[in-house]
C-alpha cells in the first residue's frame, strides 16, 4: 500500500465501552488528534440512527456500525471524517455468532480499495471463534487485495499462549500482520 491514502490517515482502535455517554468527549478526542478512521467496540448503540449517530456526523464524521437489538451492549463501529471516500459492505458469511463486526471500503486511488473490518468479540475464547474468524476472513479476502482488521478481540497478543499464538498464525495465513503493539 506504498504511496497511498492509507499511509497519510491517521487511525483509532478503541472499546468505547458506550459511545452513548461519552460522545462530546470522543469526537473531541479524534478532533484533538487528527483521527480519520476509529474502529469503535462496545459502542452500546441500540439502533442506526439516534442521537449518538447525530453528535457524530455534526462533528464532521461518518458512523456505520452494527448493534445488539435483542439485549443491552456490544457493537462494532468504523467513524470516518467525511472528506474520506467510504462506503459500507455487507459481507456475506452465515453462523457467526463469536463477534459482531462491521465493514466497509475505503477509496485509496483510482484503482485501490482498503476493505476495514470492525470487530468486537467477548466471553470466553472458543473453537468456534477461530472458525467463525476464519470464515470471515475467507470471505473478505474475495472481497479485497488490501484488508485492515481492528476491534477487540478479548485476546492478550502481548501473552504468548494458545489463544493468541492461534489468532496469530489465522491473521498471518491471509497476509494480515499485527501492526498495534501496545
Not at 119 to 132: A, M, N, Q
Not at 167 to 179: I, P, R
Amino acid at each position: 500500500m506504498k504511496h497511498s491514502i492509507m499511509s497519510q490517515l491517521k487511525i483509532m482502535v478503541w472499546n468505547a465501552r458506550s459511545i452513548n455517554n461519552k460522545c462530546a468527549d470522543t469526537m473531541c478526542l479524534l478532533q484533538d488528534n487528527v483521527i480519520d478512521i476509529a474502529f469503535l467496540t462496545e459502542t452500546w448503540l441500540t439502533d442506526h440512527t439516534n442521537a449518538t449517530t447525530a453528535d457524530i456526523k455534526s462533528y464532521g464524521y461518518a458512523i456505520i456500525h452494527e448493534y445488539r437489538a435483542d439485549y443491552k451492549g456490544g457493537g462494532a463501529a468504523l467513524l470516518f471524517k467525511c472528506n474520506l471516500q467510504y462506503h459500507p459492505i455487507k459481507l456475506k458469511v452465515s453462523g457467526i455468532t463469536t463477534f459482531e463486526f462491521t465493514s466497509a471500503n475505503i477509496t485509496c486511488t483510482a484503482d485501490m480499495n482498503v476493505l476495514l473490518i470492525s470487530i468486537y468479540r467477548t466471553g470466553s475464547v472458543v473453537k468456534k471463534f477461530f472458525e467463525d474468524l476464519d470464515n470471515l476472513l475467507g470471505v473478505a479476502s474475495l472481497k479485497s487485495d488490501y484488508i485492515l482488521v481492528g476491534g477487540d478481540f478479548n485476546i492478550h497478543m502481548e501473552t504468548i499462549n494458545e489463544h493468541s499464538s492461534q489468532l496469530g498464525q489465522l491473521t498471518s495465513s491471509y497476509g494480515l500482520n499485527q501492526l498495534i503493539d501496545q
